[in-house]
């Protein structure tokens, strides 16, 4: 039988994290499964609504000081006694048929280190707000069993809900640096340096959307970017695949500083966002014949009232453009 720890790292979740554990719980198939907890001394009753399930598959451990998200993660990792692993955030949850889906592709391709599958999008009340199939298209039609090293690195597509891997290359890649403010997207970068991964073509998980996501924060305080090129730097230094990330780095680059200038734009950061669009262009000048995105740009420099006026008379005198 094969063994299973699905790592949930909670803090202050009082509102989800009772769905997510279930969601643990109910999953099925013939797995010897350990769910490993790691509260990051959380001060509402976050604690409290987790020692209310009685299974003892449930191995609870509790900070006795808050950590933060990055070493909390190291201690659920290390802590990981199974043969596979997945992190799941608290305010996420599973459909029943993860580990169905995932470990038997482990079994049937023994170099193969990561699984992970499509997801969907739920708002607070858990209610789904979009159906998803994104992860399908972003992989660019690639084989479901496939060396995902420079896609991931051009791109953070992998939904961390529905990634599990073997434990012994997870644990391999600890300690993740403490200088990092998100993990999932640096542990995927630096595993798939070693192994194979393989895709389920199928929603496998729920990804919850609600004020609190570090996603927001990690764009208003430009923490993002600066963790995404420090992972980056890492995985460039690493000796794997040297001459792949050689030949694609301009590439890999140009868009990261792109996808941080349209979400600072959206944020309403015009001169964080300028100074991004600026970036990708000099080192992927293709992108200027984007008129979506030279457009934007441009109201980084003439001002929001302008930019809408100009937004307004392009879709007005094309509506099959894009916005």
Same mark, same amino acid.
């Given at each position: 039988?094969?063994? /299973? ?15 997510? /554990?279930?969601? /643990? ?10 769910? &490993? %907890?790691?509260?990051? #001394?959380?001060?509402?009753?976050? &604690? ?31 802590? #990981? ?28 391709? @023994? ?6 599958? *499509? ?31 420079? @896609? ?5 597509? &992998? ?24 993990? *999932? ?17 199928? %929603? &496998?998980?729920?990804?919850?959307? !609600?004020?609190?996501?570090? !996603? ?15 992972? +980056? ?22 868009? !990261?500083? $792109? ?28 992108? $200027?014949?984007? $008129?979506?995105? +030279? ?19 392009? /879709? ?8």
């Amino acid at each position: 039988m094969q063994t /299973v720890t699905i790592f949930i790292q909670a803090f202050n979740l009082d509102n989800y994290i009772g769905e997510c /554990v279930q969601s /643990v719980l109910n999953l099925r198939g013939p797995y010897d499964l350990e769910v &490993l %907890v790691v509260d990051d #001394a959380s001060t509402d009753k976050t &604690l409290e609504i987790i020692k209310d399930f009685s299974d003892s598959r449930i191995n609870l451990i509790v900070n006795e000081k808050n950590l933060g998200c990055i070493e909390t993660a190291n201690i659920g990792y290390r802590e #990981a006694r199974g043969e596979f692993c997945a992190r799941l955030d608290g305010d996420d949850r599973y459909r029943p048929d993860f580990l169905e889906k995932t470990i038997p592709i482990f079994e049937s391709n @023994p170099n193969v280190g990561v699984v992970y599958g *499509d997801i969907a999008m739920i708002d607070p009340s858990g209610n789904i707000s979009s159906p998803s199939g994104c992860v399908a298209r972003q992989r660019e039609n690639r084989p479901g069993i496939s060396n995902e090293l420079i @896609p991931l690195m051009k791109s953070n597509f &992998l939904p961390a809900p529905t990634t599990i891997g073997r434990t012994k290359i997870w644990q391999s890649i600890l300690p993740i640096p403490s200088s990092l403010y998100f993990l *999932d997207y640096y542990m995927t970068t630096q595993a798939a340096h070693v192994c194979d991964f393989g895709f389920v073509d199928k %929603v &496998l998980a729920d990804y919850r959307i !609600h004020p609190g996501n570090q !996603h927001s924060r990690m764009i208003l305080d430009k923490s993002g970017e600066k963790s995404t090129f420090e992972m +980056l730097k890492r995985a460039y230094n690493r000796a794997e695949f040297k001459s792949e990330k050689e030949k694609y780095r301009t590439v890999i680059d140009a868009s !990261h500083f $792109l996808n941080y200038a349209e979400n600072y734009f959206g944020a309403g950061m015009t001169n964080d966002a300028r100074r991004c669009y600026w970036q990708a262009f000099i080192r992927s000048p293709s992108f $200027l014949i984007n $008129l979506g995105i +030279l457009r934007r740009y441009l109201g980084t420099i003439i001002g929001k009232p302008q930019y809408e006026y100009l937004k307004k008379y392009f /879709v007005g005198s094309n509506t099959k453009r894009a916005c």
